[in-house]
């Protein structure tokens, strides 16, 4: 998948969906950048390092182990 990542996460129902995917993204930008500077400096000409749309969606009525199925056969149609 190397246009996307799928992250499958646990939180509380008063967390907002779009407190979550912008506190990922933030954590995830300055780990990377703190990993791989060369990403920093070329961002800082390009643009942003992720994409300002993100996907939610809740899972209640199946179960954990199909979810992680799901996300894990993502890798196989691309």
């Known amino acids: 998948m190397p246009d996307h ?3 499958f996460v646990d939180v509380r129902q008063t ?4 407190d979550v995917a912008r506190t990922l993204k933030s954590i995830g930008a ?9 990403l920093k400096k070329f961002y ?10 993100y996907f939610v969606s809740t899972v209640e009525c199946i ?12 890798k196989d149609d691309k």
């Open 5 to 7: 990542i799928h992250i």
């Open 44 to 53: 800082a000409k390009c643009g942003a390092l992720w994409s300002g749309g």
């Open 63 to 74: 179960s954990e182990s199909t979810v992680i199925k799901y996300i894990e056969e993502q």
């Open 30 to 38: 300055i780990e990377l950048f703190k990993a791989y500077p060369q």
């Open 15 to 18: 967390v907002a969906s779009c």
